[in-house]
């Protein structure tokens, strides 16, 4: 399959889903939903994941795209850290948590292989 949009990429697929989930957590609890600093911090830490993916597809090569997606990983490891915070408040449950939790490792896993993906074209590139 060709990626002709960044809404082609697996990765920036996953991280829609996870986003929703995100916010669907955030606005069945209202606790979660009072905690309105904590609130924004996760939501927006998701929703750099999509973005990042985006912005790094938009560049003109790949190092920086590679950039922006290392940057997109590290705000899914920033989302699963936050995780443990909501499930520490009583704001999600174990069960959501898991889901969440491994929501998140998905997406952070399909950076990675697209990363390495990336690096291993770049790097035939120049051998050739």
Excluded: C, H, P
Aim: avoid cysteine.
């Amino acid at each position: 399959m060709t990626i002709e949009r960044f809404e082609d990429i697996k990765a920036w697929q996953e991280a829609r889903v996870l986003a929703k989930m995100i916010y669907d957590a955030v606005n069945s609890d209202k606790g979660f939903s009072n905690d309105y600093k904590f609130r924004e911090q996760i939501q927006s830490a998701t929703v750099s994941i999509m973005s990042n993916i985006a912005e790094g597809f938009s560049r003109r090569t790949a190092k920086e795209f590679i950039q922006f997606l290392f940057i997109a990983k590290g705000s899914a490891a920033e989302v699963q850290s936050q995780l443990y915070v909501a499930l520490d408040q009583g704001y999600i449950s174990q069960q959501e948590f898991e889901e969440l939790y491994s929501k998140s490792d998905g997406v952070a896993r399909l950076i990675s292989g697209f990363i390495r993906y990336l690096l291993n074209k770049s790097k035939t590139r120049k051998t050739q």
